[in-house]
């Protein structure tokens, strides 16, 4: 809903938008493209609907598409889906990914936020996200394992914490790290999407 010549895109990473301007002859999806500013500035060279993403050092990454549809229903294209996060204002289509194989490029890890596929994204978990450290983000955990409450994941995790970093597993026994953790169904039972059957996460049993 910006004025023409412009896009409603991101500003910081403190879940915020703004319009910005559309630059000449601007890289289309999937292109390679340019940041000004810094990695979550919003102010990129890629076109209408599209965002810079996976952005390195030296401000380059790829156009990929935003999400349309609604936050309830959203679309993307083929092979992705919509990862929401920022309280709604980060919406994009990202590659559709399994989280127990990781096949997702080096960088990046196999995330879901509510309602979403599981979507390859950045890994930002630096030095920590083993198991039972905490966390405070989806994308606070090492490749194969996820962010998750930790009350209710084990009592090695800080209960104090955000989040404590937990694997996923293949149902119905795979292996967890604690003592006091099973691999139980990630998706409620009858809701598991085709393929996805298999899924579980190390948790305290129910």
Not at 74 to 81: N, V
Request: glycine share 12%; proline share 13%.
């Amino acid at each position: 809903d910006c004025p023409g010549g412009f896009k409603c895109t991101i500003e910081g990473s403190i879940g915020a938008t703004q319009c910005a301007p559309i630059l000449p002859r601007p890289k289309q999806l999937n292109e390679p493209c340019s940041v000004t500013g810094d990695t979550f500035s919003g102010l990129d060279d890629c076109d209408l609907g599209l965002l810079c993403w996976d952005v390195d050092d030296q401000l380059h990454g790829t156009c990929v598409a935003m999400c349309t549809g609604t936050q309830r229903a959203p679309e993307c294209p083929a092979s992705t889906g919509c990862l929401i996060a920022n309280e709604g204002v980060l919406a994009l289509c990202l590659r559709t990914c399994d989280p127990l194989v990781q096949d997702c490029p080096p960088t990046d890890i196999c995330i879901q936020s509510t309602d979403s596929p599981f979507v390859c994204g950045p890994d930002g978990s630096g030095r920590e996200g083993q198991a039972n450290d905490p966390c405070e983000s989806l994308d606070g955990c090492d490749p194969g394992l996820h962010c998750a409450v930790p009350g209710a994941t084990s009592g090695a995790c800080d209960p104090d914490a955000s989040g404590c970093c937990t694997p996923f597993c293949t149902l119905p026994d795979g292996p967890c790290p604690n003592p006091d953790q099973a691999c139980v169904p990630w998706y409620p039972v009858g809701e598991a999407p085709p393929g996805e059957e298999d899924i579980g996460a190390c948790a305290l049993p129910p």
